[in-house]
């Protein structure tokens, strides 16, 4: 059961962006396909998209992380167990145009410049392969008013993040310097129409789904405090 607390907000926030990128994978991906999820932590959405059909390498800098993800799955009894490896966004032990996708969530607000993430998805992701890639959104009043109320110990701001800070994004930004890195985005979806007040969640989870699929796209810009980018090489 969902437990709408502080700490499962903010796991809901993650673990919604996880949802949707798996739903967005598994419509644009094909059985065997070899994807690499990027900043993969725990190995969870990893796990999914193996069980989906494909082939999966997860990619972390964190050592324990990687560690801890290769347990996690060792007893498992599934058909296909994702591969973990230790290496940072923007230097991937891969080849060249050796990848059919990549996904990354939450990894780019932990990183002082997206460039050489972007640049490095673009090269090991072979001829018309798929970015599927999450930010936090830059102009969400949401966000604003959700980090006023909770009394943020950091400020909206573009700059590289440090001591805790996250970075975050403007829309118009990541499609630029993903196109600039030779992906060309053909959708964007903005998601997470809440705010966190204590230990309330406003709106309920289902009426905050429930607003993601009524909003247009203006709207959305300026409400959700996520956004999933998909592109693809070319």
């Known amino acids: 059961m969902y437990d709408s607390s502080r700490k499962s907000n903010k796991d809901f926030t993650f673990q919604h962006g996880n949802e949707l990128v798996e739903d967005i994978c598994s419509r644009i991906s094909r059985p065997n ?3 690499v999820d990027i900043g993969c932590g725990t190995g969870y959405l990893s ?12 990619v972390d800098h964190d050592i324990e992380m990687i560690e ?13 167990r994702p591969v973990f490896v230790t290496a940072k966004a923007d230097s991937l ?25 972007f640049r490095e998805a673009h090269r090991v992701l ?23 109320l909770n009394k943020a110990s950091y400020m909206i701001r573009s700059p590289a993040p440090s001591d805790g ?5 403007a829309c118009a930004e ?7 890195a030779g992906l060309r985005v053909i959708n964007v979806r903005f998601y997470n129409f809440f705010i966190n007040v204590g230990d309330l969640m406003i709106p309920p989870k289902p009426l905050a789904i429930y607003c993601e699929r009524l909003s ?11 956004f999933i980018v998909v592109a693809h090489k070319i």
């Open 93 to 117: 032990p891969f080849d060249d145009n050796t990848t059919d996708g990549v996904v990354a969530v939450s990894l780019a607000g932990c990183l002082s410049s997206p460039d050489g993430f």
């Open 165 to 169: 800070q996250y970075r975050v994004y």
């Open 47 to 58: 796990a999914r998209l193996s069980e989906r059909g494909l082939s999966v390498i997860g």
């Open 174 to 180: 990541v499609v630029d310097k993903l196109e600039k």
């Open 216 to 226: 247009k796209y203006n709207i959305s810009r300026r409400l959700g405090g996520n």
């Open 68 to 80: 801890f993800a290769n347990e996690r799955f060792l007893n498992h009894r599934i058909t296909r």
């Open 33 to 35: 396909e070899l994807w």
């Open 126 to 148: 072979r001829k018309n392969g798929f970015a599927i890639i999450t930010f936090t959104n830059r102009a969400s009043l949401l966000i604003k008013i959700n980090w006023c």
